[in-house]
């Protein structure tokens, strides 16, 4: 089974911090995907990559910031925290570039912004 | 974004009730999945569809990939109440990117 794991299920930051969210994929997939759900605007792409040292803006990339520096793990980085980034953040995985590979979800964190 | 149109948005039923809900798109997509979301968790994938008029099923879950590539069902046989949660579609672009649903919320009375 796929396992994409995130590094906190809940978390709680101050305005002005910088804030790291980390997801790791034990499956060896080259696509990672960042994405934000809020109530009543659904899932949004914040930014993917697909491959180490690679990013590709989402559909809401302003705030953010990605890292890939290995294969494995892909990071999520919150520059400046606002109050506006309170969200629950996904992660996922998926096999390839090529379009029917599925995507697989981590369990979420849930980031508040004070 | 572009977002696909799922319908309905929440359904409310009886425990053993068969649950219908669908996506509709103005583009064409290679792949369709459906996806569960149990609060506070992430997204489960359920099934996924290759090919146009593809029926596939996994358990009491049943899902079409329409013909035209433009929809997609999803139908649920004898409701439990496990069922509960998000239901979402989701159109998988040739760049590996997934367009998603609204969802439909699903609630089941014992």
């Known amino acids: 089974d796929v396992k994409v794991t995130q590094s906190s299920r809940y978390l709680v930051k101050r305005t002005g911090e910088k804030v790291f969210l980390e997801c790791v994929q034990d499956?060896?997939?080259?696509?990672m995907f960042w994405y934000r759900q809020d109530p009543g605007l659904g899932l949004r792409l914040i930014y993917f990559?697909?491959?180490?040292?690679?990013?590709e803006k989402g559909d809401i990339p302003e705030g953010y910031s990605v890292s890939r520096e290995k294969k494995e793990r892909f990071s999520l980085i919150l520059e400046s925290a606002s109050t506006n980034q309170t969200s629950m953040y996904l992660c996922?995985?998926?096999?390839?570039?090529?379009?029917?590979?599925?995507?697989?979800f981590g369990d979420g964190t849930r980031l508040s912004i004070l | 974004g572009q977002q696909l149109n799922q319908s309905p948005q929440s359904m409310f039923i009886q425990e053993g009730e068969d649950v219908s809900m669908n996506c509709t798109s103005s583009?064409?997509?290679?792949?369709w999945l459906w996806y569960k979301q149990d609060p506070g968790e992430g997204p489960v994938l359920l099934i996924a569809?290759?090919?146009?008029?593809e029926l596939t099923s996994n358990g009491r879950l049943t899902a079409q990939f329409g013909i035209t590539r433009k929809d997609s069902f999803l139908n649920i046989s004898a409701s439990i109440p496990s069922d509960v949660g998000i239901y979402f579609c989701?159109?998988?672009?040739?760049?590996?990117?997934?367009?998603f649903g609204q969802g439909t919320t699903l609630q089941v009375k014992p």
């Open positions: 996922a995985s998926s096999f390839t570039h090529a379009s029917n590979q599925p995507q697989h």
């Open positions: 499956m060896d997939h080259e696509n």
């Open positions: 990559s697909y491959d180490v040292k690679m990013k």
């Open positions: 583009s064409i997509f290679n792949t």
């Open positions: 569809l290759y090919k146009a008029g």
């Open positions: 989701a159109g998988l672009s040739n760049t590996g990117k997934l367009i």
